[in-house]
Nanobody, 127 residues
Framework: QVQLVESGGGSVQAGGSLRLSCAAS????????MGWFRQAPGKEREGVAT???????RYADSVKGRFTISRDNAKNTLYLQMNSLKPEDTAIYFC?????????????????????WGQGTQVTVSS
């Protein structure tokens, strides 16, 4: 059974940091594209960062230089380190996974392309 379980959300003041975690089923973790997405009230779900099984990463322009996606292969866990948080980062954050085609070298940030999702974790940044 496919499982993605996020943790680490919370409330923080602007300029602060949080680290999100996503525990994944082992067979997903080793071979699938994984990504972090977020959805704010009244807005569409957007891609924040993705990581390919071979390690290449992609970031939304709004988070470049502030957020870092990483994976711990031994723990089958995906992370999102979020620094210099801003009020506009407030959203529900989801991790997601999709099996990439063999020719793919970076993972798409398009939410519609992902077919496995966690339940989400709330991040609130106050000014």
């Amino acid at each position: 059974q496919v499982q993605l379980v996020e943790s680490g959300g919370g409330s923080v003041q602007a300029g602060g940091s949080l680290r999100l975690s996503c525990a994944a089923s082992s067979y997903i973790y080793s071979t699938y594209c994984m990504g972090w997405f977020r959805q704010a009230p009244g807005k569409e779900r957007e891609g924040v960062a993705t990581i390919h099984p071979r390690g290449s990463t992609r970031y939304a322009d709004s988070v470049k230089g502030r957020f870092t996606i990483s994976r711990d292969n031994a723990k089958n866990t995906l992370y999102l380190q979020m620094n210099s948080l801003k009020p506009e980062d407030t959203a529900i954050y989801f991790c997601a996974a999709v099996r990439p085609s063999y020719w793919v070298v970076t993972c798409t940030p398009e939410a519609a392309m992902y077919n496995y999702w966690g339940q989400g974790t709330q991040v609130t940044v106050s000014s």
